[in-house]
């Protein structure tokens, strides 16, 4: 475990430290660049060999799977991340009996860049989340358009398929909403975000209209902190706690594709409270609501 040294405070906090994929190129990196790229390459691997015991040349496979050639060849020398329907469709196909499913779960986690990975399995499974959004919407708040355009924004770029990628992992982790039992979430959201338009008006109107949509479920709060607020108790950054399935709350913070997160219960106990004065700084959640469908006025 390390220590990283919190501005504010100037403490030292514990910290479990997710490796950072700083460095040149970083945004056009392939799947073989990065850490899970084991499991990729010992998927592509067995699904050739499968493919082979089933008797199919690649086009005939491909032809039954619905993609090209190509694409097969790319994921079976491990240069492409199968996405969750392929691999569903691959098993059947060539009767694998579930061998291939087996890896659904862990090459899932190789479509999110390596600094979220843990963040995300975290997510998946949380009981509660508590969100403070400084410069974009929320990933689980975003249409499919505004995510696009955040990856497309991104510098280095971003490959083509690698913006695919990571958008429908986005996409899948939109799923917790319609998970039972539900988690229970909040978002406190700067008002700055929602006036960013992120894709052009048309995207940012339906990604407004999601959120006022979404804050309408019984177990989510979204609240708005308005730039006219004079004080702000979380000028640090934005931060996300999260209540696991053990029973635990740890706290996850980034900026700049670092990431950390933090299990020290004194210092996960100081974002708790921070949080706290946040959504009693911020708008009420109908008073939010309300201020949201102004700004659809507006766009």
Request: charged share 25%; net charge neutral; glycine share 10%.
């Amino acid at each position: 475990m390390t220590s990283v040294r919190d501005e504010e405070t100037g403490q030292g906090q514990a910290a479990v430290p997710v490796p950072p994929q700083g460095g040149q190129g970083q945004g056009s990196r392939r799947p073989g660049d990065e850490p899970g790229a084991g499991v990729i390459t010992a998927f592509g691997r067995q699904l050739k060999l499968l493919r082979i015991r089933a008797g199919l040349e690649r086009p005939e496979f491909g032809k039954r799977m619905g993609y090209s050639p190509e694409t097969v060849a790319s994921i079976e020398q491990g240069r492409r991340i199968p996405q969750a329907r392929f691999i569903e469709k691959a098993d059947e196909v060539l009767g694998a009996g579930g061998l291939l499913t087996a890896l659904k779960e862990e090459v899932g986690k190789a479509q999110y860049p390596a600094f979220f990975r843990d963040m995300a399995r975290l997510e998946a499974r949380a009981t509660a989340l508590n969100l403070y959004a400084v410069y974009a919407v929320p990933g689980l708040l975003q249409t499919e358009e505004y995510a696009r355009a955040v990856f497309h924004m991104q510098r280095p770029l971003l490959e083509a398929e690698v913006i695919e990628q990571r958008l429908e992992a986005r996409m899948v982790r939109q799923e917790i909403f319609g998970r039972r039992p539900a988690a229970l979430m909040s978002f406190v959201i700067e008002e700055a975000v929602l006036r960013r338009p992120v894709g052009g008006p048309r995207v940012m109107r339906e990604t407004l209209e999601q959120i006022l949509v979404t804050g309408q479920s019984r177990n989510v709060e979204v609240q708005v902190m308005p730039m006219a607020r004079e004080d702000n108790a979380a000028l640090g950054g934005p931060f996300t706690l999260i209540d696991t399935d053990k029973g635990q709350r740890v706290a996850y913070a980034e900026v700049q594709d670092h990431s950390r997160l933090y299990i020290d219960a004194a210092y996960v106990r100081t974002l708790e409270a921070r949080y706290g004065i946040l959504r009693s700084q911020a708008l009420s959640p109908s008073e939010s609501m309300a201020f949201i469908e102004q700004l659809m006025g507006d766009t």
